[in-house]
């Protein structure tokens, strides 16, 4: 018996729209106000125009979750169009308010009279394709038949083996985002200093500190973060994210993965304008899960 779920996510988890359709879910976008407008992420502003922006102006733009009244008009879309149950899934609620409003949004979409029973928000505490790990394994529940309290559960479980991590090629962008002192970012760029930042109980952490040109330091990412701990990782699937100009680097990253012959799927994705405005060009990951200990 199939339970008919409906997956909603937001635009932070930086999946193609070909992928979001396979797995039969919708992105609703994140706003990006850029020179006093109000842009929708993934529809009508890109990553290389945000760049270009922040590089004139050398200021970020402004990020803004997604309104209650968005998702209420999503949840109500979804169980009329003969969903059974809808699961949301997006960007930690420890980065955004986006969250709080999907939780908002259950208890006004029942004052509207839908059942507020059948609408699952559930917090990633993951950003980037740190959710979209989320995502494949939830549609992977629901298409077996699982019920939505059955995903939910198995969801809660798998977020807490999540490992999400990224290393960034420029400090300006945390820097120009408030969250780097001007001493620290001189310093840092003097000495070309690529930090790794990690997602831990869903906040972004700033690691290591790799030191060298970006190919380097990238290589000593990939050996700390896959090669050292390949076998606790699950082989389903691993994503190589990055907000490069180009796929260079990392399609060279999937290579090196597809020599190990260990992973059975490997996604390169691109991250979105929201995303890419917190961590700057040419930054890249590695996102996974670990297996249970």
Do not use: W
Not at 42 to 63: C, F, M, N, W
Not at 186 to 194: D, E, F, K, P, T
Not at 265 to 286: D, K, Q, W
Request: one cysteine or more; glycine letters at 6%; charged letters at 20%.
């Amino acid at each position: 018996m199939s339970h008919h779920i409906k997956f909603l996510t937001d635009t932070t988890c930086d999946l193609p729209k070909e992928t979001l359709q396979a797995l039969d879910a919708t992105a609703l976008p994140l706003h990006v106000f850029l020179n006093g407008e109000d842009h929708l992420d993934g529809v009508d502003i890109s990553r290389q125009e945000l760049y270009d922006h922040a590089a004139k102006t050398k200021q970020l733009p402004k990020t803004a979750a997604i309104t209650a009244l968005e998702f209420v008009s999503a949840y109500k879309q979804a169980l009329d169009q003969g969903y059974d149950e809808v699961i949301y899934l997006g960007i930690s609620s420890k980065i955004s308010s986006t969250f709080q409003n999907a939780l908002m949004a259950r208890d006004e979409a029942a004052a509207q009279g839908l059942d507020k029973d059948r609408i699952h928000p559930v917090d990633s505490l993951q950003l980037s394709t740190g959710t979209a790990q989320l995502l494949y394994e939830g549609r992977a529940l629901a298409d077996q038949g699982c019920s939505a309290q059955e995903v939910v559960r198995h969801l809660e479980e798998v977020r807490g083996r999540l490992c999400t991590s990224f290393v960034l090629d420029t400090l300006e962008y945390l820097h120009m985002g408030g969250r780097c002192s001007s001493i620290v970012y001189v310093a840092g760029s003097m000495l070309r200093i690529h930090p790794q930042i990690s997602m831990v109980d869903g906040q972004m952490i700033v690691g290591d500190k790799f030191r060298g040109n970006l190919q380097h330091c990238m290589e000593q990412y990939q050996k700390k973060m896959v090669l050292n701990v390949l076998d606790t990782i699950e082989p389903e699937r691993i994503f190589v994210t990055h907000s490069a100009t180009d796929s260079t680097m990392a399609l060279a990253a999937k290579q090196q993965l597809e020599a190990l012959h260990y992973f059975k799927n490997i996604y390169v994705t691109e991250a979105g304008a929201t995303i890419s405005s917190h961590c700057g060009p040419n930054t890249m990951g590695y996102l996974y899960i670990k297996k249970k200990a």
